[in-house]
Structure formats: C-alpha cells, structure tokens
C-alpha cells in the first residue's frame, strides 16, 4: 500500500513538472494559449480523477491499518490539493487563471526573480534602484512614449548681468533698452513694458554693442561647455534688432575662452567691428562686417582688458583700456600697432576703468582712484628721446570726480558728461569743460553705478552692480524697472491660487514676482550669509543657510512670523501638506522634520521627525491624502512614510505604488524613470516639477537646460521638448497655480526665466535655438 501511494504521488508530481514545462511553452506561444489551456485544464482533470479513483480503492485497506495512517493522511492532503487546484482551474477568469499558472510554474521551477511586470531596476553611478509597477499598468513593455502636446515659449526674463559687465545697456531707435543676461539679449521696451529676446547664443552673453544706425547689435558669448565636458566655441553675432535676424556670425573657431569687448566703427557707419577676446593675450581683432572676414589681429595684453572702442572721427584709430593701461591703437595696412598711454608725474591707477571721446577730440577715461583723466598727444621729447621722437599721449589734465572707482562715463549730445560712481553710487552731470553741474545718488540697495544710457538728454537709464536697471531724472530720482538677485538661486516656490511666485538663494534675498504684470513686487533681505533651494510659498517658509534655522514670513505685512531651528546643519526642502495642516522640513542631517501647522499658517508645533534615510534630503511629496510623504535623498533612496501613524518608515515599499501624490518634486520615482539620460551620475537633474493637471513633467538639469516630459514618463529615454536660455545649471522648476507658465531658476546666472506654455497646435513658429526634440518653437526667427 506505502508503495503504491508513493507512486500516486511521484505521478502527481510528475503531472505538475510536465504541467510547468507546458506553460513555459504557452508563455512562447501566446497566440495557442486559449487551446492549450483547455487541453491543460482537461489533462489535469483526468489526472484528478483517476488518481482519486485510484486513492479511494485503497481507502477502506489504509484505515484498517494503523501502520498506514501516516502514508494515508499525506496522500490524501495531496489529493486535497489536486482538486482544490482543479476547481480553481474551472472557475478563474481567463486572466487570473494565467497569472496563477505562471506563478506556480515559477514556483514548481525554483524561479526566485520577480515579473518583470511587478517592479523594474534602473542604476545610477551603479547603484540599482527598484521602481514598482503600478496596479494599472498591465503590460510594462507596451508602453509607449511620447512627448507632450504642449510646448514652452519664452515669455519673460527677469534679471540683468551688471555685477561684473561693463557698457551692456543701450537704447535703441525703436524706444527699447537692449541688455543682457544668461544666454538671452533683452529688448525691453521700457514705455510699454513688453519684451522681445534675442536666443541665438549657446552660452552667456558678456558684451554688447550698438551699430551707427541705432538698428543692429553685435554680441558676444563665452565659451562654455557641452553635456560632455567638450569646449564650445565662442563667437560674435551681429543680428538685427527690428526683425532678431542674425546677419553675421563673427569668429567661430578663432577666440579663446569667450568674447570680452566689442565695438562697431563709427567714421565708415559701422563698416568694421573690433573684438576682444578672453584669451592670455587678449587678441585683438579687426573684422569686416560684410564681408565676416578678419581685417587685422593682434596680441593686446596678458592684464585684463575692460573695454575697447574705435574714435568716431577716425576708424584707423582704436583705444583699449583695463588693468595699469591705455593703449592707443592704429590701424594701416591690415595691421595693428600700438603705443602706450604715458602716465607721467601723475599716479599710475590700478584700473582704468573706462573711457569716451569728447566733442573736442580729447578721451576721456575715468579709473579706480576716482579721477576722470583727460588725454591728448604731444610731441616727442626731444631732450629725453632724442631726434626724431614720435608723439606720444599724455595727461593733459586730472579731474577729482569720484569716491572710489570711476565705473561708466556717458558723453551727452551737448557735450557734457555723465560719471557713474562705485563706492559713493553718485551720478554726476558735468560741463563740456569739466565742471560738477548736478549730482544724485542712487539707493544703497541697488549697489554702484556699472553704466549709463541717456534717453532723452534729461532722462537716464542706469545699470547697477546688483543686476537692476534704474530709470529717472536728476530732479525725479530713480526707480527700478528691472531687477534681480545677485548670487547663486536654488528656492523657488509657486503661490497655490495667485500669479505670484517666491525666490530666494545666497544673496539673503527673498523676492515675491507676479506673474501677469512681470515685477516683483516685493523683496526682503534676510540676516543669514545664504539662502539655499526649498522655499514654499504658503505664508512663505524659507530655510536659512548653512545654518539650521527656517522663517515664517507674512507675505501681505513682510514681516517675520516665526523663527525655527531644526537638527544641526543646513535645511534643503521644505513642503506643505495639502489641506496646511502639516509642515515638512527636510535636512542635510538625514532628518525629515514634521510640524502641526495652526492658526492659518502663523503657528507651528513639532509633530515628529522620520529618521531613516543614510543620506541629506534632497527632494519629497505629500500624498494627496495628507497621511504619507515620498523622500529622496543624496544617496539615491526613495523612501515612504507614514506621518499620519506617527512618521513610521514603511519598509514594504511595494505597498506604495499606487498611492497617489498632491504634487511630484521628487526627482527618483517610477512615474518620471524616463526623464534619466543614460550613464547619469545621479546629480545631473536638479529638479522638476509635475504640472497640476498631471500631463506634463517640466525638468531642471545641469546642463543649462528645461525639459518639457510627457508625464507619466516611466520609460527610459522618454521623448521631451529641450530648451535653452539659461547659461549655468537650472537649479529649480516650477508650474504656476494654472499650468500657464513654467518658472525656471539659474544657478550662477542669476537669471529667471518664465515660459508660456502653449497648447497644441497653436501658432507654434519655427527657427529659434528654444527648440525641442520633436519641434521648433521661437522668439528669435532664422533669415
């Protein structure tokens, strides 16, 4: 009897062998599975029922014999399991019948690896990382990307590079002041207040020039770097500002490092353009504008050089001014000679800083002791350099004009003299024969005066070392028209129903911008050396950094709330829950703190911290129930957390995958996998953001671009629109409350760029470097 129930049961088991081989080949088979698995279905049936056939002849022997009860009660808990199997067989749907199959085919095989349906492993730097499948997605491998509809359209750009750029604001004929900041030349039209850019440059802008016709502009860029470390070569464009058009491209593959000076002819009606670039020498060069080519080069200088310029009653005749010099250049005969400005018995200045021609033929420059000196040639000395001593320039006269540097001279039409001051931040109006006539001083918030543009003789334009342009009168003052911050950006937070926006980073600025009338329309400095990313526009929470403390800041009233300190080292995220009844603060110490959130938003009491992260946090989301948090952190981990049942780290995080999140920050996750180019080193995305309709996935990367993802993006290399403006890594991303607008924010460029989104199909044009993978879209049309 124990021999034939033991060959009952090696015929089961064989029966399931021969049933798992047959199913590894109905996976190969699809097409067959409907057939088969009937055939299956009835094969295994009949195997029940002769093995019951065959148990139950056996059944009256086996209890009458206590020796086989033991052998008895195993083959009968096998024959439970045989018809339990086979009835389930007979009754599942086809689906679930196909999925129970295939698990205890796995099962009978010793196959220990997951689906490929239940979770997938993408790596970064080698480390993997497990995304789990959501429940709705039934066939991983049929998805199919696409990039959205929808595309970004420069709407606005806020900001202005004069911290450390000299002559970069003019006034064109059109009544718009021409600048420049990141990779975008502004057109702002300042009675209007609209704005046109220039985007055609592929890194930042660092000079300007205006044409004789007050119509073309010449600017040049830096050299920059692409995604792989490789140079880019610097250049000049000359394009035109009426229609964006470019005309020339000027010096590809000639200068080193960036393009630092450029200035147009004046005596030929702009027939030449000299430029200076960045390089040890500091060449200079001489190039026809029509034609593109290189008229002359030279070596200039190993100090730096500031500006340059030609005389405007004489093309041949070319000044360069910088660190301890002036030369004056001459241009004969496709070559370029100079002479060095002699400074006489007069002090050697560490800088100068800048020069204009007066009406009288004099230049005119002013320099870092705060002295506008006036030069001219005399003639040889005989006595000293003997017979036959050329001329030479020389100061003929020094006038005290500043405290501190000399930073911008403005000749008027009249032929008096505007002078810009650093430290003392005074303009100062002066006759054609140099006497002081009117003088103002400009709000120590704004910084030093970097340049000045005469509107209309009596109104100015003023560009400070703060990165704002003034505009005003001596008797009116100034008011700023364009400002911005001036260091490294990282926060940025989005008000939940308004057109507002907050910003803040390491210059302790914190700065509310509206949307619709494009103007701050507040800003506040804070104590603190920096301020880092993670801001959250509510009642306006900023972190302090590198220290540990937070502000509550009341956005009607601007001041401070409340004042919070948490763990011991610098805050990186902060995020409310849906309903504000909760607080996350996210640290570098590897802590998510919680806080009770009451009294709309002015009181805040410690609820608990989620401790379980091994490195900072960079980035987390609240679950759109208000009861759980996603975390990502420095080390790559995605985390889940239950606040609502006490911040409790939830181990299965299985569990997690089709819970649903009032917003998507988190840079790690299954829904955005595919915004990760391949062989990603784990910091080269910065930030994204999901829109609130849930359709788009807007991206900051460190390669100086916006990325515009079709969300959910699960797949790698997900299609998306690439644009480009900024010309340093983009540090954050926001959609407004609307998903009207997409908020960008540069890292060292300081610059903030807003992006219409357009929907599809509506007027998109083509022709501008703002372009994506699958389209086109401009504010600067090619010829």
């Not at 960036?258 to 353009?273: N, T």
């Not at 005074?426 to 910084?447: H, N, Q, T, V, Y």
């Not at 644009?723 to 340093?728: D, I, K, L, T, V």
């Amino acid at each position: 009897m124990e021999g034939r129930l033991q060959l009952q049961e090696n015929e089961i088991t064989l029966l399931k062998s021969s049933l798992a081989d047959a199913l590894r080949r109905l996976r190969l088979h699809d097409q067959l599975i409907p057939l088969l698995k009937q055939q299956l279905i009835a094969a295994r049936v009949c195997a029940c029922l002769c093995a019951s056939m065959c148990l139950c002849s056996q059944v009256w022997l086996s209890v009458s014999n206590p020796a086989h009860k033991s052998s008895y009660t195993d083959s009968l808990s096998s024959l439970s399991r045989v018809r339990r199997n086979s009835e389930k067989l007979a009754k599942d749907p086809q689906e679930k019948t196909k999925k129970r199959l295939d698990k205890k085919a796995a099962s009978s095989a010793n196959l220990l690896t997951r689906s490929p349906s239940q979770s997938i492993k993408m790596f970064i730097r080698g480390r993997p990382i497990t995304m789990y499948v959501p429940s709705n997605i039934q066939n991983y491998d049929d998805l199919r990307m696409e990039p959205p509809v929808e595309k970004l359209e420069l709407d606005w750009v806020y900001g202005y590079r004069g911290r450390d750029c000299r002559a970069n604001l003019y006034l064109l004929a059109s009544g718009e002041a021409v600048y420049f900041i990141a990779c975008v030349v502004v057109l702002y039209h300042i009675n209007n207040r609209t704005q046109r850019h220039y985007s055609k440059h592929t890194d930042c802008v660092r000079c300007l020039t205006i044409h004789p016709d007050k119509v073309r502009v010449a600017s040049g860029q830096t050299a920059g770097v692409d995604k792989d470390g490789k140079p880019l070569q610097p250049y000049v464009h000359i394009w035109d500002s009426s229609t964006l058009i470019t005309l020339q491209q000027i010096g590809l593959g000639t200068f080193e490092r960036g393009v630092g000076s450029v200035a147009f002819s004046f005596a030929d009606s702009g027939a030449f353009l000299c430029v200076i670039d960045d390089s040890n020498e500091h060449m200079l060069s001489v190039w026809d504008c029509a034609k593109g080519t290189k008229h002359a080069e030279v070596k200039s200088t190993n100090e730096a050089v500031f500006t340059v310029e030609f005389n405007p009653n004489d093309s041949t005749n070319i000044i360069t001014c910088g660190k301890s010099h002036v030369y004056f250049w001459t241009l004969s005969a496709g070559s370029l000679t100079k002479k060095q400005g002699i400074f006489g018995k007069y002090k050697k200045p560490k800088f100068i800083q800048c020069f204009v021609f007066s009406l009288t033929g004099d230049v005119l420059t002013g320099d870092s002791e705060g002295n506008i000196l006036t030069w001219g040639k005399s003639p040889g000395d005989v006595k000293t350099l003997g017979k036959g001593a050329k001329e030479t320039f020389q100061i003929m006269r020094q006038t005290r004009a500043h405290d501190g540097s000399v930073f911008t001279l403005c000749m008027l039409q009249g032929g008096a003299l505007l002078s810009g001051g650093g430290k003392d931040r005074k303009i100062i109006r002066w006759s054609a024969d140099l006497a002081p006539e009117r003088e103002c001083e400009i709000p120590e918030k704004f910084g030093a005066v970097r340049c000045i543009a005469d509107v209309d003789g009596e109104e100015l334009l003023v560009g400070t070392t703060r990165n704002a342009i003034l505009r005003g009168t001596f008797s009116d003052g100034f008011v700023a028209i364009v400002q911005g911050h001036v260091d490294e950006m990282w926060g940025l937070a989005t008000h939940p129903s308004q057109d507002v926006f907050l910003t803040c980073g390491h210059d302790r600025l914190v700065c509310v911008w509206n949307t619709e009338e494009h103007k701050l329309d507040w800003c506040t400095t804070l104590e603190q050396t920096r301020l880092p990313g993670g801001s959250n526009l509510h009642t306006g929470c900023v972190p302090l950094s590198p220290c540990n403390r937070w502000l509550v800041l009341d956005l009607q009233t601007k001041d401070i709330v409340s004042d919070y300190t948490d763990g011991n080292e610098q805050l990186s995220v902060m995020r409310y829950s849906t309903d504000g009844s909760f607080l996350a603060v996210g640290s570098h110490d590897n802590f998510i703190y919680i806080y009770n959130v009451t009294e709309s938003g002015r009181r805040y009491s410690r609820y608990g911290k989620c401790n379980g992260h091994s490195s900072f946090i960079t980035h987390l989301d609240w679950s759109k129930d208000g009861k759980y948090i996603m975390s990502n952190s420095g080390d790559y981990e995605i985390l889940y957390w239950d606040i609502a049942g006490g911040c409790k780290l939830l181990r299965n995080r299985y569990e997690s995958k089709d819970r649903e999140w009032a917003s998507y920050t988190c840079v790690l996750g299954f829904h955005v996998m595919g915004v990760w180019l391949e062989g990603s080193d784990g910091t080269d995305i910065n930030a994204l953001c999901r829109s609130h309709n849930e359709r788009m996935v807007a991206v900051a990367d460190d390669f100086c671009k916006v990325h515009l993802f079709q969300y959910p993006c699960p797949k790698p290399k997900a299609p998306n629109h690439s644009y480009e403006g900024h010309g340093s890594h983009v540090t954050n991303v926001r959609f407004t409350h609307c998903d009207s607008h997409v908020l960008s924010m540069g890292g060292k460029d300081t610059c903030i760029l807003q992006w219409r989104v357009k929907r599809g199909g509506t007027g998109d044009s083509g022709g501008d470097r703002l372009h994506s993978s699958s389209s086109t879209s401009t504010s600067s049309p090619e010829p």
